[in-house]
Nanobody, 116 residues
Framework: QVQLVESGGGLVQAGGSLRLSCAASGITFSINRMAWYRQAPGKQRELVANIYHGGSTNYADSVKGRFTISRDNAKNALYLQMNSLKREDTAVYYC??????????WGQGTQVTVSS
């Protein structure tokens, strides 16, 4: 059974930093991609950043230069370093894992709140 468990969310002042972690377990297949999504109140879930098995990354324009995604393939762990946080980064952040068969798994989410 696949489990994704996020941690590291919390309350931070604007301009501050947080580091999110996602621990994946029960992986018995090849992973194509891991990603962070977020969903703010009243808005659709959006892709924040993704990273492929080979290491290539993509970022939403809104977080480029401020967020860094990384992964530890040996540990099936995913990270998101968030710097220079803004109020508009407030959301629930979700860890996503996509298999080579394009099956998605999701974590339960971790709340990030940025205060002014």
């Amino acid at each position: 059974q696949v489990q994704l468990v996020e941690s590291g969310g919390g309350l931070v002042q604007a301009g501050g930093s947080l580091r999110l972690s996602c621990a994946a377990s029960g992986i018995t297949f090849s992973i194509n991609r891991m990603a962070w999504y977020r969903q703010a109140p009243g808005k659709q879930r959006e892709l924040v950043a993704n990273i492929y098995h080979g290491g290539s990354t993509n970022y939403a324009d809104s977080v480029k230069g401020r967020f860094t995604i990384s992964r530890d393939n040996a540990k099936n762990a995913l990270y998101l370093q968030m710097n220079s946080l803004k109020r508009e980064d407030t959301a629930v952040y979700y860890c996503n894992l996509r298999t080579v068969s394009v099956v998605d798994f999701w974590g339960q989410g971790t709340q990030v709140t940025v205060s002014s």
